[in-house]
Nanobody, 117 residues
Framework: VQLQASGGGLVQAGGSLRVSCAASGIVFSINVMGWYRQAPGKQRELVAD???????NYADSVKGRFTIFRDNAKNTVYLQMNSLKPEDTAVYYCAAINRFETTPRYWGQGTLVTVSS
């Protein structure tokens, strides 16, 4: 499985941005797709994920501001980020978890999101 992330960039605080991640390869094995982020000097953290059933999970820090959604036909997951804050600045990584597993097996390349104040 390969994950190709796109989107990201520079945005002012309060603005919006969308990142997307397309999966290719043996994708039938994937259950959960999600986004993690890593800010400078900090550990990588889960931002949001979504199961093939549509169940979603969000970090408390992004609830109400970020929305994750998925197009199963395109094997693509999107993260719509609204009301961005400078503390959202990080490298965002797409990840995928296989069925019957609990941690990401596949990772995409990171995409940088920078929120200016």
């Amino acid at each position: 499985v390969q994950l190709q992330a796109s989107g990201g960039g520079l945005v002012q605080a309060g603005g919006s941005l969308r990142v997307s991640c397309a999966a290719s390869g043996i994708v039938f094995s994937i259950n959960v797709m999600g986004w993690y982020r890593q800010a400078p000097g900090k550990q990588r953290e889960l931002v949001a994920d979504i199961a093939s059933s549509g169940r979603t999970n969000y970090a408390d820090s992004v609830k109400g501001r970020f929305t994750i959604f998925r197009d199963n036909a395109k094997n693509t997951v999107y993260l719509q980020m609204n009301s961005l804050k400078p503390e959202d600045t990080a490298v965002y990584y797409c990840a995928a978890i296989n069925r019957f597993e609990t941690t990401p097996r596949y990772w995409g390349q990171g995409t940088l999101v920078t929120v200016s104040s």
